[in-house]
């Protein structure tokens, strides 16, 4: 059966153009003249690929990639733009599309490109169910595993956002792992673990005598890493002399060990992880601006378990079955109502604290774990802040308002994640924002 392909284009020229080409290599193809319209194809139809012009009237491609990614995150999306550098492409693939394609466009660079991304294997079933030990089926994890698998391979510096315990060295592994230095190695430095007087010499190495205690030489993290992966955690933690020589490095590609002045050549990409407010640490002047914006040329923001409980259950057995495994034991898994608490649980610890919780519970836990074999602190329900209570007879409107208030401040303010989390558009979220009168300063 041939694939069927959506090309969306308010040019009707262009738009019939590309339908032609694609009608000669036998695919099925439908098209529509702007956004609004094509949101309700995709509503009513299976696509396998979406094509879409950059520039649009009324509602552009950019707009749009956040349309399609809300509705289906796994919907393959070729850009067509008049743009060709690496920042409008990052910037395409960052808001949701699999590939983009300069304009004028090459009919032989569009027709492998498009060949390419439907020969790739569809999910079956519910897709991204498992990336290595990322585990969830929730839209933020479809996202996610849609995110590494767009940025993967584009040799790119990329930045993760995520509070503690959320699995940023995780997501920088499958990052790594999808890519094409899956062969080289992957190396994570946790440089908040370090001191700060030998991050430079962790990061960058020494020679004999170069310090006291330098009683060898030492490589570098950047010269293991050659080829392969460089995993930066906590990098809000750097001085102000460790922040500059990596600059330096990401400037060259070149290192400089502790106490030599011989440049050793290093081909390493990196991704950098923090749980800081960035864009606060630069203000303050504890993070150089330069590097950040290095750094950040793709980013990702992981999100909390509270805002996935759906996939808790998953977790549970996860988690059962590799402790079991580890372990020795023979735990059949977990009771309804235990399940129901820990789903109602707030998760301040995120995935490593429901982790450990269900560690805890399977060393006490006869056959299966229960409500008794919880902490004391989860049996007590949702943690403070993260409910509302309403009495009863009151009116839905403001109900709906004070919990978009609620979300938005759970979501720090972020109207995308708060769209998320509320299961709207983020454009629906704008409208309620107009309609209830709600003002910034309520929720930031």
Excluded: C
Aim: net charge neutral; no cysteine.
């Amino acid at each position: 059966m041939s694939e069927r392909i959506l090309v969306i284009d308010d040019d009707k020229n262009h738009r019939e153009g590309m339908v032609l080409l694609l009608q000669a290599q036998h695919y099925l193809v439908d098209e529509a003249n702007g956004a609004e319209a094509a949101m309700r194809l995709i509503r009513r139809q299976n696509y396998d690929l979406v094509i879409t012009d950059y520039k649009m009237q009324e509602i552009d491609g950019m707009e749009l990639l956040k349309m399609i990614n809300d509705y289906d995150p796994l919907l393959k999306v070729i850009m067509v733009t008049g743009f060709s550098s690496i920042e409008h492409a990052v910037e395409a693939v960052h808001l949701g599309a699999t590939d983009y394609i300069p304009k004028p466009v090459d009919p032989v660079r569009l027709k492998e490109v498009i060949a390419r991304l439907l020969s790739r294997p569809a999910p079956q079933g519910t897709p991204s169910m498992h990336f290595d030990q990322i585990i969830g089926q929730s839209r933020p994890m479809r996202q996610l595993i849609k995110k590494i698998n767009d940025i993967a391979d584009i040799d790119v510096p990329v930045l993760i956002y995520g509070a503690s315990g959320t699995g940023k060295e995780l997501v920088a592994q499958a990052i790594h792992k999808a890519s094409q230095r899956r062969e080289k190695p992957f190396v994570p430095v946790n440089t908040g673990a370090i001191p700060r007087e030998l991050i430079a010499s962790e990061l960058f190495g020494h020679e004999k005598g170069a310090f006291t205690g330098a009683v060898e030489r030492k490589k570098g993290r950047f010269e293991e890493a050659d080829g392969g992966t460089l995993f930066l955690d906590e990098i809000s933690s750097m001085s102000e002399e460790v922040q500059v020589a990596l600059l330096r490095v990401l400037e060259t590609q070149t290192v400089q060990r502790i106490g030599s002045a011989q440049e050793i050549k290093v081909d390493v990409r990196i991704v950098a992880a923090t749980n800081e407010d960035m864009g606060k640490l630069i203000s303050e002047k504890r993070f150089r601006d330069d590097l950040y914006y290095r750094l950040n040329v793709y980013s990702i923001d992981l999100p909390p378990l509270n805002e996935r409980v759906s996939d808790i259950p998953m977790l549970v057995d996860y988690f059962i079955y590799k402790f079991n495994k580890q372990y020795k034991r023979n735990i059949a898994g977990i009771d309804d109502e235990a399940l129901e608490i820990l789903q109602a649980y707030g998760w301040p610890g995120n995935v490593r604290e429901l982790r450990n919780i269900v560690l805890r519970a399977m060393i006490s836990a006869k056959t299966r774990i229960g409500k008794r074999d919880l902490p004391e602190v989860v049996r007590k329900g949702i943690s403070a802040g993260h409910e509302i209570r309403f009495p009863a007879g009151t009116p839905l409107p403001e109900i709906e308002r004070e919990s978009i208030i609620k979300t938005l401040k759970m979501a720090k303010g972020n109207k995308l994640k708060a769209a998320e989390m509320l299961s709207i558009s983020r454009r629906s979220l704008y409208n309620k924002l107009e309609e209830y009168d709600i003002r910034e300063d309520e929720y930031s």
